[in-house]
């Protein structure tokens, strides 16, 4: 079970905080997960522009196959603008709408602002639904306050949550486990 951890920022490190003290309470749950880690700030981006997907650069093409190949995703966001960075969503508009079908997703978000956490609801979670992904019904939105200096997570609200986030994406690999390769015979 291919797991991608996605970073979904070029700016900021505590996003990736989040994202590493999730990746610890998933392997924790067992050994069966192989993890790879796609921070958006490694590639070299390009906007979707409607070119043949094969006039795209090779990092373009690199994070195409790495989405379609992994079997679930943690994805992990800040919030810009009342909403996710425009990088993440040129990520996602490059797939293609069958690559996440029916694979586990689980989000972490990070905020300025305590009320901002709805954008995962009302913003990142319909693109998850288009692409028909299993998202699990908890996702941890952090904040400033959550962090110490060295954005480490104080929070021991936080770290339950997130440990309860990684006990349910467990869950959800189990269940997906048939299911994603169902629809593609079903084709
Ligand atoms: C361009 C930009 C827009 C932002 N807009 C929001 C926003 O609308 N709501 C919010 O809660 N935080 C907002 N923030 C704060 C980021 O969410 C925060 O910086 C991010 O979660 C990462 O934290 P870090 O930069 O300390 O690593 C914004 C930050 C930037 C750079």
Redesign the pocket.
């Known amino acids: 079970m291919k797991v991608l951890f996605v970073d979904g920022?070029i700016?900021?490190?505590?996003?990736g905080a989040v994202l590493d003290t999730v990746e610890g309470y998933i392997k924790e749950k067992g050994n069966e997960f192989e993890i790879e880690r796609m921070n958006l700030a490694d590639y070299d981006h390009q906007f979707v522009d409607g070119r043949p997907s094969e006039q795209y650069n090779a990092d373009m093409k690199e994070m195409v196959r790495k989405f379609e190949e992994a079997d679930a995703y943690i994805i992990a966001t800040?919030?810009?603008?009342?909403?996710i960075p425009g990088v993440l969503k040129n990520a996602f508009d490059m797939l293609h709408p069958y690559a996440m079908r029916y694979k586990p997703v689980s989000i972490v978000a990070?905020?300025?602002?305590y009320?901002?956490h709805l954008?995962v609801e009302n913003q990142l979670k319909p693109i998850l639904d288009y692409f028909r992904c299993l998202v699990t019904p908890n996702f941890v939105y952090t904040h400033?306050s959550h962090f110490d200096q060295d954005?480490r997570i104080i929070d021991e609200d936080v770290h339950n949550r997130l440990r309860e986030l990684a006990r349910v994406f467990t869950k959800y690999t189990e269940m997906s486990k048939d299911l994603s390769t169902d629809i593609l015979d079903a084709q």
């Open positions: 920022t700016i900021g490190s505590k996003t800040p919030i810009f603008q009342g909403s990070n905020g300025g602002t009320q901002h954008v400033e954005n």
